[in-house]
């Protein structure tokens, strides 16, 4: 049973995270996500201190709870550039900061480190729009770099095929006798997904309004400190620290927004593809790395049709496009007691499927307030 902790400043809510609805569940985990809620507000994806408030909660939630098992994201590298609040060249001294709060994390607590930065930045070079096309397009978010097409006309194929911010064109048959995959991704998949070449982006009737100035990049590899060989792609990280996590406290750490081209550590370069498809913030990368599984193994495709899926029974409704949450997420398959901390919204308590999770509750760059979730016996309610 998951139950989430909503946490606003004025009041707290308890809720089944399967139905949204309160629930009067009690469990000393449920108590903890109380505290911590209150006593460490969030201050904001664009504000100052955001990776802070990841290592002082960590850094209480291990002495509070003991993990053995500790996944931590760390995000706020991210929103300052793509919202035009900083400068891609004038990001060296943030980098530093950051995973300085890293190290402090790991000197308090004694974990032992596995590192993974998820992707450079690059200007956004432009824009593809999708809003005139005859057929359904499918580019929500706030940075579409593989949109969903359905019912295309002749006409709209050959608009993007002469694009020059679009880099394929893949009907859906071809990418399931290319890149295979599961039934439920294909059941939710458009009939055709477009991809867009690196510096460009989608645009659509239901794309995120606010202007962007940087977007993630197509970055090929991605950087890996703490893991000696055996790691040849990003999916074979969640083996490579369940088998470590056996006799040392490990601490999985993702960081946005940094790439092989700005990560300060020592590190391995790892392969952040799978055939076309290049991995960027978000949950296809996410739980890659925490299932080491593909994005083809996900019910969340590329152009997913929430028009099938999501109406006002849709379950888990504070768990973004989740259905149901991940149970071959790396803290399901871990024995030992496990925890996440992080600034990435609804990421954070989704995919890494520990114990107890805290997060910012930020949607759309609006801050709510905190979020903690707990995984507790059925029995608890």
């Known amino acids: 049973m998951d139950i989430g902790l909503i946490d606003v400043g004025e009041w707290q809510t308890i809720v089944d995270l399967a139905s949204g609805r309160p629930t009067d569940a009690k469990h000393p985990l449920l108590d903890l996500c109380r505290q911590i809620a209150h006593e460490h507000p969030y201050p904001g994806?664009?504000?100052?201190?955001?990776?802070?408030?990841?290592?002082?909660?960590?850094?209480?939630?291990?002495?509070?709870?003991?993990?053995?098992?500790?996944?931590?994201?760390?995000?706020?590298?991210?929103?300052?550039?793509?919202?035009?609040?900083?400068?891609?060249?004038?990001r060296g001294e943030s980098i530093h900061a950051t995973f300085a709060e890293i190290e402090r994390f790991l000197s308090e607590t004694g974990f032992d480190p596995v590192i993974v930065g998820m992707g450079d930045l690059t200007p956004l070079m432009g824009q593809i729009d999708t809003t005139h096309l005859d057929g359904q397009a499918v580019a929500g978010g706030m940075s579409v770099r593989y949109a969903g097409l359905n019912r295309p006309?002749?006409?709209d194929i050959a608009f993007l095929k002469e694009h020059m911010g679009v880099?394929?064109?893949?009907?859906?048959?071809?990418?399931?006798?290319?890149?295979?995959?599961?039934?439920?991704f294909y059941a939710a998949a458009p009939e055709y997904i477009i991809a867009a070449r690196e510096g460009w982006i989608f645009r659509g009737l239901n794309t995120g309004a606010r202007p962007l100035r940087a977007i993630p990049a197509h970055d090929a590899t991605i950087p890996l400190h703490g893991l000696l060989g055996g790691?040849?792609?990003?999916?074979?990280?969640?083996?490579?620290?369940?088998?470590?996590?056996?006799?040392?406290?490990?601490?999985?750490?993702?960081?946005?927004?940094?790439?092989?081209?700005?990560?300060?550590?020592?590190?391995?370069?790892?392969?952040?593809?799978?055939?076309?498809?290049?991995?960027?913030?978000?949950?296809?990368?996410?739980?890659?790395?925490?299932?080491?599984?593909?994005?083809?193994?996900?019910?969340?495709?590329?152009?997913?049709?929430?028009?099938?899926?999501?109406?006002e029974s849709k379950p888990y409704p504070f768990s973004g496009i989740f259905h149901q949450l991940p149970q071959d997420a790396l803290g399901r398959r871990f024995a030992g007691p496990s925890a996440a901390v992080g600034?990435?919204?609804?990421?954070t308590h989704t995919v890494f499927g520990v114990?107890?999770?805290?997060?910012?509750?930020?949607?759309?760059?609006?801050?709510?307030?905190?979020?903690?979730?707990?995984?507790?016996?059925?029995?608890?309610?």
């Open 45 to 90: 994806d664009l504000a100052q201190g955001g990776d802070r408030w990841v290592t002082d909660v960590a850094i209480v939630v291990d002495r509070a709870y003991h993990p053995s098992l500790m996944c931590l994201d760390y995000a706020s590298l991210y929103f300052p550039p793509v919202f035009g609040r900083q400068a891609l060249d004038e």
């Open 343 to 347: 600034a990435r919204a609804v990421m």
């Open 153 to 155: 006309s002749s006409q």
């Open 231 to 311: 790691v040849a792609s990003l999916t074979d990280i969640a083996a490579r620290v369940l088998e470590a996590a056996k006799g040392r406290r490990i601490a999985l750490i993702l960081v946005e927004a940094v790439g092989c081209q700005t990560f300060p550590l020592p590190f391995q370069a790892v392969d952040n593809t799978y055939g076309w498809y290049r991995y960027a913030v978000g949950d296809a990368q996410y739980l890659a790395i925490s299932t080491g599984k593909h994005f083809v193994e996900h019910p969340h495709p590329p152009g997913y049709r929430h028009e099938l899926y999501d109406d």
């Open 167 to 184: 880099a394929g064109i893949y009907p859906i048959e071809q990418v399931r006798r290319n890149l295979g995959g599961c039934d439920a």
């Open 355 to 381: 114990d107890l999770a805290i997060e910012c509750f930020v949607r759309a760059l609006y801050n709510h307030g905190v979020m903690g979730t707990a995984h507790v016996p059925d029995d608890t309610a």
